[in-house]
């Protein structure tokens, strides 16, 4: 097995080991340097004395989105404006954002963590690697950049927009591995096909580091399919740094890497642990962060987590996919819908094309889902005749995975919107 740093297949009692120490040592650093969390936890009724064992980290209080958007700018640094070397910021789309400080080491952990995830999903110094995350505030686009840098690959930092442009430089610069979020990567694909360059034969493209938004093996199968290309997931989030952890190339969840990151999949009203490879929030300790320290972070997303050896013979823990968001949960006569399973069940469809949205409306008291999807280009062009019979059939299917009623509208390729960063799946036009 190749691996960056031998400390991925450090065996399990060690790696626990060194997790206590890092939890410990943080603790204490927190609740001696900062008054806020000193606060936070004399209200919880905790000390540095009370954290013996890893399961004390369930003693510490929850951080959540609020606390983090409460201390804007810069409340819950801990490092000061000098020895700062970068920002970046969460993309909230509403209120204020979340400024994110990072110290020397800081980038340096998150740039370690991304290399690790890199090697482990095959990527290398004889590949060049196209970043089509934004570069800038998101931390999607330099937190690969500095990632595949470090391991050695050629980094071409294309950044979001400009799709003809983005083709011209797969083809011309030979690159083999893409960075992207799932949806712009299909828009890439698509635009391709218009330009007559084959992605799979007039290209070295080979492996795509997926991530951002939510995604499924559904997808993951149209891009090997249609691409001819091997798909890894990557997740991450500003607040804890950026894109942080990779699925390895058994494709069988992320690696978390322990030594920098303890993680807890929590159910999401009582705040208990669920079994091991249930559903559940994800929360997160950041063990080493300097300038923004990270405890107990309420990701409200919904994953899995095991901490068996993967096959690949890594050892740190590993999450499965991002099945939704416990905000971004709809909920349509009371039964809750994830766009997520929405997607899984349209891209089963061969007919089916990329992009579909979710309309939930009130009519009355009753609320309404419609889901507009576009079909694949050949399909809608052969088979108008027989739209109706392809509206059922996906209406049925829906239905039958949601539990709840949905309507279908079949619309003309190439009509809903694209997006170069993350999709927005989901109109919801209810009034609360
Ligand atoms: O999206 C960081 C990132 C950049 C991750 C590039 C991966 C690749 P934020 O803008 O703060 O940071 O958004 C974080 O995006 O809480 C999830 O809801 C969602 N998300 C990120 N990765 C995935 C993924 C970046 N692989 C929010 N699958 C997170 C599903 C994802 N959702």
Redesign the pocket.
């Given at each position: 097995m190749v691996y960056w740093n031998p400390i991925e297949v450090m065996p399990i009692p060690e790696l626990k080991a060194l997790q206590l120490k890092r939890l410990k040592m943080l603790v204490y650093k927190l609740y001696t340097f900062s008054p806020l969390y000193r606060q936070r936890m004399r209200e919880a009724g905790v000390t540095p004395e009370d954290v013996q064992g890893l399961d004390d980290v369930r003693r510490l209080p929850f951080m959540t989105k609020r606390d983090l958007r409460d201390g804007y700018p810069d409340k819950l640094f801990l490092a000061s404006p000098r020895e700062v070397v970068r920002y970046h910021a969460?993309?909230g789309t509403t209120g204020k954002p979340t400024i994110v400080g990072y110290t020397r080491n800081d980038i340096d952990s998150w740039s370690e963590s991304v290399a690790r995830g890199l090697v482990s999903a095959g990527v290398g110094p004889d590949d060049v690697l196209q970043v089509c995350?934004t570069y800038g505030l998101?931390?999607?686009g330099l937190?690969?950049h500095y990632g595949a840098e470090k391991v050695g690959a050629a980094v071409v930092p294309a950044s979001t927009g400009n799709t003809e442009r983005q083709i011209d430089l797969i083809r011309d610069l030979n690159v083999t591995v893409i960075?992207s979020?799932p949806s712009y990567l299909l828009h890439i694909g698509e635009v391709a096909e218009r330009m007559g360059v084959s992605i799979e034969r007039d290209t070295q493209l080979r492996l795509g580091i997926?991530?951002?938004?939510?995604?499924s093996d559904r997808m993951r199968d149209r891009i090997h399919e249609r691409l001819g290309i091997k798909a890894v997931?990557?997740?991450?989030?500003?607040?804890l740094s950026?894109?942080?952890w990779c699925e390895c190339s058994e494709q069988k969840g992320?690696h978390v890497w322990g030594d920098m990151t303890l993680v807890e999949v929590l159910d999401p009203a009582t705040g208990e642990p669920v079994p091991p490879g249930e559903k559940g929030e994800l929360v997160v300790t950041m063990l080493e962060k300097e300038a923004f320290p990270i405890v107990r972070y309420r990701?409200?997303?919904v994953t899995t987590l095991t901490e068996e050896v993967c096959a690949c013979g890594r050892t740190h823990p590993r999450i499965g996919?991002?099945q939704g968001?416990v905000d971004?949960m709809i909920v349509v006569r009371g039964i809750n819908v994830f766009p997520s399973q929405v997607e899984h069940c349209l891209m089963t469809d061969p007919e089916v094309g990329n992009e579909f949205q979710i309309v939930v409306e009130r009519r009355g008291a009753l609320d309404t889902m419609l889901v507009k999807v576009e079909l694949r280009p050949e399909a809608f062009g052969d088979r108008l005749f027989e739209l109706d019979a392809i509206k059922d059939r996906l209406a049925h299917r829906l239905r039958d995975s949601l539990n709840v009623g949905v309507s279908v509208e079949i619309v003309e390729p190439g009509s809903l919107p694209r997006f170069e960063g993350?999709a927005k799946r989901v109109i919801d036009k209810r009034v609360y």
């Amino acid at each position: 097995m190749v691996y960056w740093n031998p400390i991925e297949v450090m065996p399990i009692p060690e790696l626990k080991a060194l997790q206590l120490k890092r939890l410990k040592m943080l603790v204490y650093k927190l609740y001696t340097f900062s008054p806020l969390y000193r606060q936070r936890m004399r209200e919880a009724g905790v000390t540095p004395e009370d954290v013996q064992g890893l399961d004390d980290v369930r003693r510490l209080p929850f951080m959540t989105k609020r606390d983090l958007r409460d201390g804007y700018p810069d409340k819950l640094f801990l490092a000061s404006p000098r020895e700062v070397v970068r920002y970046h910021a969460s993309s909230g789309t509403t209120g204020k954002p979340t400024i994110v400080g990072y110290t020397r080491n800081d980038i340096d952990s998150w740039s370690e963590s991304v290399a690790r995830g890199l090697v482990s999903a095959g990527v290398g110094p004889d590949d060049v690697l196209q970043v089509c995350y934004t570069y800038g505030l998101f931390s999607g686009g330099l937190g690969l950049h500095y990632g595949a840098e470090k391991v050695g690959a050629a980094v071409v930092p294309a950044s979001t927009g400009n799709t003809e442009r983005q083709i011209d430089l797969i083809r011309d610069l030979n690159v083999t591995v893409i960075a992207s979020t799932p949806s712009y990567l299909l828009h890439i694909g698509e635009v391709a096909e218009r330009m007559g360059v084959s992605i799979e034969r007039d290209t070295q493209l080979r492996l795509g580091i997926l991530g951002a938004e939510p995604w499924s093996d559904r997808m993951r199968d149209r891009i090997h399919e249609r691409l001819g290309i091997k798909a890894v997931d990557i997740y991450g989030t500003s607040e804890l740094s950026g894109p942080l952890w990779c699925e390895c190339s058994e494709q069988k969840g992320m690696h978390v890497w322990g030594d920098m990151t303890l993680v807890e999949v929590l159910d999401p009203a009582t705040g208990e642990p669920v079994p091991p490879g249930e559903k559940g929030e994800l929360v997160v300790t950041m063990l080493e962060k300097e300038a923004f320290p990270i405890v107990r972070y309420r990701t409200g997303d919904v994953t899995t987590l095991t901490e068996e050896v993967c096959a690949c013979g890594r050892t740190h823990p590993r999450i499965g996919r991002i099945q939704g968001r416990v905000d971004d949960m709809i909920v349509v006569r009371g039964i809750n819908v994830f766009p997520s399973q929405v997607e899984h069940c349209l891209m089963t469809d061969p007919e089916v094309g990329n992009e579909f949205q979710i309309v939930v409306e009130r009519r009355g008291a009753l609320d309404t889902m419609l889901v507009k999807v576009e079909l694949r280009p050949e399909a809608f062009g052969d088979r108008l005749f027989e739209l109706d019979a392809i509206k059922d059939r996906l209406a049925h299917r829906l239905r039958d995975s949601l539990n709840v009623g949905v309507s279908v509208e079949i619309v003309e390729p190439g009509s809903l919107p694209r997006f170069e960063g993350k999709a927005k799946r989901v109109i919801d036009k209810r009034v609360y």
